[in-house]
């Protein structure tokens, strides 16, 4: 078990390196501020005793169009928490981080549904990482926009695995 923790000033952010260098950059330069000066994500790190960050997530709150899913649903426009990003440093990875920060956004949506309504989880996936969101039951959909694989994993689903 890893303790998860919104990133602060105190997170040692310089060091941190997963391979992509966006990822690394957006660490470095935007999260924080995107987090406690615009308010559009806040970032969550997994680190080390010394504050040197070892994995991160992002997330946000995004609005997705009922024509991008396969299932009916009575508006146009629907709420759901977005992973914005995801990435673990290269001296951590295969340590189970990434789905450690996965279990932590499924609690964040399951909560956000309880409290404001989300519909599920929305990612866009790098084509590495496609895998991965498919084991935990993600599937792809429908996008004009997307960055990567637009994935989607919806309240419901995650309620059945749940209870079975």
Known sequence: MFKIEKLSKNHKKESFDCGNSFLNEFLKKYAFQNQNRYYVGTTYVIS???????????????????????????????PALLIARLAIDKNSQGKGLGKELLIFSIKKALKQAE??????????????????????????????????????????????????
Do not use: Q
């Not at 519909?119 to 959909?141: C, L, M, Q, R, T």
């Not at 997307?146 to 419901?156: A, D």
């Open 115 to 164: 409290e404001v309504g989300c519909i599920g989880i929305v990612v866009d996936a790098k084509e590495e990482a496609i895998n991965f969101y498919k084991k935990f039951g993600f599937e792809k959909i429908k996008s004009i926009y997307s960055m990567g694989e637009k994935m989607f994993l919806s309240i419901k689903t995650i309620k059945k695995g749940l209870n079975s």
């Open 48 to 78: 080390d005793g010394e504050s040197n960050i070892m994995a991160y997530i992002t997330l946000s709150g995004v609005s997705i169009k009922k024509t991008m899913l396969n299932e009916k649903y009575p508006y146009e426009e629907l």
